[in-house]
Every structure is written in C-alpha cells, then in structure tokens.
C-alpha cells in the first residue's frame, strides 16, 4: 500500500515537470503543491523553483527558501544546490559560504549538478579554501 501511494505522487510529481516543459505553471504550482502535501521533497524543492522565479504564483524569495529548506533537510538535490547558491550569495538567507560549500557538496555526491556548481564557483574564486577542500574530497 505504501509503496502505491509512494508511486502516485512521484507520478504527480512528473505530471508536474511536463507541465512546466509546457509552460503551463499554474498548472504545474497547483500539482506540486499536492505532492508537498503528501511529503515529497523534490516536489518542495521544485515548488520554491517557481516561487523564486514568479511561475504560476507571484515572486516570493522568503517562500522558495522554506520550500527550498525543507527539500534540502531530506536530501533533495534541487534543495541543496538552491540552498547553497542562496548562502553563497547570501540572497534572502544571510551570506555563509562554508555552508553554501557544504551543501553543494551534499548535492553533488547525489548528482553531477551540485559538483558542475561547486566547480563554477572554484573557478570565480579560486582562492576559496573551502570551495578547494570540498572538490578535492570529491
């Protein structure tokens, strides 16, 4: 039964991607919402994408960083790269970069983007000793 349920809302969630790649966002807002309802943490992160962005729903920063946040906590990429490029640059969360680095580390043990990330970030400030650490250890 769990594993059922499981599979419906990641179904939702890939309703809610096509969407998007029609650009049919309130659409695909009103979609994640449900899967943020039901626990999903990809559908968090994606859902504080179009927040952040202003699609389907109007612009709020404040708002993507709690989705973001929460998709972050439970391990989803999109969470720990959004979240960590919110703390490099400090955009509505105060400015850390040795937790930005963390969190794209995490990111990019899961996936190439948070390592394409980490990387683009080494190559504007190369002399960032985190940033160095982080990609050695990768």
């Given at each position: ?21 029609k650009e049919h ?9 449900e ?10 992160a ?10 389907g ?7 993507a960083?709690?989705?973001w946040e929460f998709?972050?906590?439970q391990g ?16 509505v ?7 930005a680095?963390?969190?794209l ?10 390592y ?8 504007e400030e190369?002399?960032n000793?985190?940033?160095q ?6």
């Amino acid at each position: 039964m769990e594993e059922n349920k499981t599979q419906k809302v990641v179904d939702l969630y890939f309703q809610a991607v096509d969407a998007m790649n029609k650009e049919h966002y309130a659409y695909a807002f009103q979609i994640l919402q449900e899967t943020v309802r039901q626990g999903l943490p990809e559908g968090a992160a994606t859902l504080g994408t179009l927040y952040a962005n202003g699609l389907g729903t109007e612009r709020n920063l404040e708002t993507a960083v709690k989705f973001w946040e929460f998709a972050a906590q439970q391990g989803a990429v999109e969470g720990l790269v959004n979240m960590g490029v919110s703390y490099w640059t400090g955009q509505v969360v105060g400015q850390d970069k040795q937790k930005a680095v963390n969190l794209l580390e995490q990111a990019a043990r899961l996936d190439d983007w948070g390592y394409e990330v980490l990387q683009e970030l080494a190559q504007e400030e190369p002399e960032n000793v985190y940033l160095q650490e982080a990609l050695k250890r990768l």
